[in-house]
Each structure stands twice: as structure tokens, then as C-alpha cells.
């Protein structure tokens, strides 16, 4: 069982930046693969960035490669998400997740989700 808590989201102008903490319970943090999703009203949760179990490699969504970055400490069981040039159309709830095997983007992959962190961006 892994237990996943999100913090960091606020409220930020456009051109600003956030950074994103996802802290888990539990000794096996380093066997999981770990992903950062998104969920804005009324649309689907999408793909953000995920991260190997030993951080070793990352992907990262088209829509937010080169502003956003993900990595991990396996000493802190924490996992980031650096979000840099923000935009209005970053807004939604932010989630981490885990799952344990290799990375993807499929959110319906995860086994763990934590309850979300919300992030504003104003124009």
C-alpha cells in the first residue's frame, strides 16, 4: 500500500512558476514508477510527466516539455514536478500517482493516486 500526498499548487500568474511536492508513505517508494496527471473541469485527466523507479528517465507530455520537469528524491520518497513559463491553460488539479513496474502514460496504469493539488494560472 502506498499513500500519496500532493502539495504546492496556489495560484500564479501566466509566466510564473510552481513547484509541486508529492510526498509517499510507506519503504518501497523505489520500486515505483511514479506520474504527474492533470484533470480541468470537464475534460479527461491527461498525461503529465513520469519518471523511472530509479530516476535514470523521464518523459514528458508535448504540451509541457521544455517548461515542465519532473524528478524524484528516493531518500525523501518525494517526487517533483517543476513547472516553469506557466500558462492560463496549465489550470486543472494536479495528481500524482505509482505504479509498480516501469513508467507510462496511461493514467488507468497507476495502482496509487493522491487527492490532488490544485493549480491556478491567471492571463
Known amino acids: 500500500q502506498v499513500q500519496l500526498v500532493e502539495s504546492g499548487g496556489g495560484l500564479v500568474q501566466a509566466g510564473g512558476s510552481l513547484r509541486l511536492s508529492c510526498a509517499a508513505s510507506g519503504r518501497t517508494f523505489s520500486s515505483y514508477a511514479m506520474g504527474w496527471f492533470r484533470q480541468a473541469p470537464g475534460k479527461e485527466r491527461e498525461f503529465v510527466a513520469t519518471?523511472?523507479?530509479?530516476?535514470?528517465?523521464?518523459a514528458h507530455a508535448n504540451s509541457v516539455k521544455g517548461r515542465f520537469f519532473i524528478s524524484r528524491d528516493n531518500a525523501k520518497n518525494t517526487v517533483y514536478l517543476q513547472m516553469n513559463s506557466l500558462k492560463p491553460e496549465d489550470t486543472a488539479l494536479y495528481y500524482c500517482a505509482a505504479r509498480y513496474s516501469v513508467t507510462h502514460i496511461n493514467p488507468k496504469s497507476y495502482d496509487y493516486w493522491g487527492q490532488g493539488t490544485q493549480v491556478t494560472v491567471s492571463s
Open positions: 519518471i523511472t523507479r530509479s530516476g535514470d528517465g523521464t
